[in-house]
Nanobody, 123 residues
Framework: QVQLVESGGGLVQAGGSLRLSCAAS????????MGWFRQAPGKERGFVAA????????SYADSVKGRFTISRDNAKNTVYLQMRSLKPEDTAVYYC????????????????WGQGTQVTVSS
């Protein structure tokens, strides 16, 4: 079983940048597809980005395409989400997730989740 811990969240002004990290323990991440999701107050958890186990294929929500970049370093057992040109509507708790089989935009495909890290973007 894999355990995931997110870090890197915080308060940033609109237009700023943050890089989130997701460190794994318990199992090597190289066997898992990885995803980032976010949940704002009063809203459902939504897809942000995902990356295949090899890192060759990525997918993004339309709302973050061109601004966010997901990447992984399997040697460090870590996945990243580089966020640029942040907007107040990006404010949410960001969750890292791992999928042992299959991957995509559906959170139900991901069986392992971190506790989340808060990102707040001020206007």
């Amino acid at each position: 079983q894999v355990q995931l811990v997110e870090s890197g969240g915080g308060l940033v002004q609109a237009g700023g940048s943050l890089r989130l990290s997701c460190a794994a323990s318990g199992r090597t991440l190289s066997s898992y597809a990885m995803g980032w999701f976010r949940q704002a107050p009063g809203k459902e958890r939504g897809f942000v980005a995902a990356i295949s186990w090899s890192g060759d294929t990525t997918s993004y929500a339309d709302s973050v395409k061109g601004r966010f970049t997901i990447s992984r370093d399997n040697a460090k057992n870590t996945v990243y989400l580089q966020m640029r040109s942040l907007k107040p509507e990006d404010t949410a708790v960001y969750y890292c997730a791992a999928a042992r089989t299959g991957w995509g935009k559906d959170p139900n495909l991901f069986g392992y989740w971190g506790q989340g890290t808060q990102v707040t973007v001020s206007s």
